[in-house]
Nanobody, 127 residues
Framework: EVQLVESGGGLVQPGGSLRLSCVAS????????IGWFRQAPGKEREGVSC????????YYSDSVEGRFTISSDNAKNTVYLQMASLVPEDTAVYYC????????????????????WGQGTQVTVSS
């Protein structure tokens, strides 16, 4: 059974940091790309970042470039999203998702139909 389990969300003040984790199981980790998405109340789901654990290639949305860092620990089947300089606009439920790594086409990750999704973790940025 494929499972993606997110953790690490919480309440943080503006300017603060959080690290989200996504632990994957039930599939061959190196064969899949992992993405982080978020959805704020009343807004559409937004792609945040994506990584190919096999190729060590990363992608970011413009809204988080330079503030967020995605990484993977392939031995632990885990992808991390280190978030810094958080602002209230980052408040959302954050989801990780997995899709068979499409190789060079992963640059289109925001449009790619991810197959598996986690349950989400709430991130709230507020003073």
């Amino acid at each position: 059974e494929v499972q993606l389990v997110e953790s690490g969300g919480g309440l943080v003040q503006p300017g603060g940091s959080l690290r989200l984790s996504c632990v994957a199981s039930g599939f061959t980790f190196d064969d899949y790309a992992i993405g982080w998405f978020r959805q704020a109340p009343g807004k559409e789901r937004e792609g945040v970042s994506c990584i190919s654990p096999r190729e060590r290639i990363t992608y970011y949305s413009d809204s988080v470039e330079g503030r967020f860092t995605i990484s993977s620990d392939n031995a632990k089947n885990t992808v991390y999203l280190q978030m810094a300089s958080l602002v209230p606009e980052d408040t959302a439920v954050y989801y990780c998702a997995a899709v068979e790594d499409p190789g060079g086409l992963l640059s289109l990750w925001k449009l790619w139909p991810f197959d598996y999704w986690g349950q989400g973790t709430q991130v709230t940025v507020s003073s």
